[in-house]
């Protein structure tokens, strides 16, 4: 059975960072992309960050390019997302995301074709100014 569960949220001041950790089972973690999506209130959610474990190649949305950083601990089945400088608009339930990809060069932002996405349970961020 697949399993993914994000943890790490709280509540932060605006400036200040957070790290989230992604912890997995049930699938080959090393050829899997992790996708952190969030979504605040009356928003779409947004692919803000991921990493392709084949090759260790990470990608970041524009919200967040230059203060975020995704990374990924094989052994454990684990990812992590460091976003620093939190402002007010990072607000929001982060989730991490799994699929099968295994191309070189593509983004993990958006589903690889033909993928299964498979969810974990949220994990709320608040930031307070």
């Known amino acids: 059975e697949v399993q993914l569960q994000a943890s790490g949220g709280g509540s932060v001041a605006v400036g200040e960072s957070l790290r989230l950790a992604c912890t997995t089972s049930?699938?080959?973690?090393?050829?899997?992309?992790i996708v952190w999506f969030r979504q605040a209130p009356g928003k779409e959610r947004e692919a803000v960050a991921c990493?392709?474990?084949?090759?260790?190649?990470?990608y970041a949305a524009e919200s967040v390019k230059g203060r975020a950083a995704v990374t990924s601990d094989k052994p454990k089945n684990a990812a992590y997302l460091q976003v620093n400088d939190l402002k007010p608009d990072d607000a929001a339930v982060y989730y991490c995301?799994?699929?099968?990809?295994?191309?070189?060069?593509?983004?993990?932002?958006?589903?690889?074709?033909?993928?299964?996405?498979?969810w974990g349970q949220g994990t709320q961020v608040t930031v307070s100014s």
């Open positions: 049930g699938f080959p973690f090393g050829d899997y992309a």
């Open positions: 990493i392709t474990n084949f090759d260790g190649n990470t």
């Open positions: 995301a799994a699929w099968w990809q295994k191309l070189s060069g593509r983004s993990c932002l958006s589903q690889f074709p033909g993928s299964v996405v498979h």
